[in-house]
């Protein structure tokens, strides 16, 4: 439900954002269905937003790289096909298993790079960064420009969205996986209820 009159412009319902059914159970080994995020954690996983590792297992307390967040707001985007190598970060290599997934995040202006041609596809992702890339991705930059850009405008964009519900991170901390599907989940619950 959206609580505030500046909500989200919600340009990609229909056309980029996967919606899909809620889902009660997690097919994953490591979340056992009694935690907070477990529908959260279903709802990536059936999405294809956010998949396992080799062994089967979720590592909802694993934190995300910024390589992988890139790759995460890709495939919420449906955005994940056809994709082109680039040059564009020195520190993101053709051969790098994500540069065409953050070139793309790049091209769409979902992502930027720190300065000096670097991106640091292999730090943490943070707090305000993963906050900022999921409103960029789902229409939101020029209302949390309008509230103060980077990172308090996107933060209170998502606040206001009820986007950061059951997240207890805080600014400049590293978000883990299972704080990236609730948030992705958080706005799935309210795509839904606008529908």
């Not at 979902?110 to 960064?129: A, C, L, R, W």
């Not at 890339?133 to 209170?156: S, T, W």
Request: with cysteine; charged share 20%; aromatic share 10%.
């Amino acid at each position: 439900m959206i609580r505030k009159c500046r909500c989200l412009p919600l340009v990609l319902l229909m056309g980029g954002l996967l919606i899909c059914p809620v889902f009660a159970a997690s097919s994953f080994p490591d979340v056992t269905g009694y935690e907070e995020f477990t529908e959260a954690v279903s709802y990536v996983s059936e999405a294809g937003i956010m998949v396992g590792d080799n062994n089967g297992n979720f590592n909802p307390y694993k934190t995300v790289t910024r390589a992988e967040m890139a790759t995460i707001v890709c495939r919420m985007l449906n955005e994940d096909r056809d994709l082109e190598t680039s040059t564009q970060f020195t520190d993101v290599p053709v051969g790098h298993w994500a540069n065409k997934y953050i070139s793309k995040a790049a091209s769409l202006s979902i992502v930027n790079g720190y300065g000096g041609g670097k991106f640091g596809p292999s730090d943490s992702v943070t707090y305000e960064q993963a906050v900022t890339m999921i409103i960029r991705a789902i229409g939101g930059n020029e209302v949390a420009i309008e509230y103060g850009g980077y990172p308090d405008g996107y933060i209170l964009v998502a606040e206001e969205n009820a986007l950061l519900d059951r997240i207890n991170a805080k600014k400049s901390e590293p978000l883990s996986r299972s704080d990236i599907a609730q948030i992705l989940y958080n706005y799935h619950i309210l795509s839904s209820s606008v529908d």
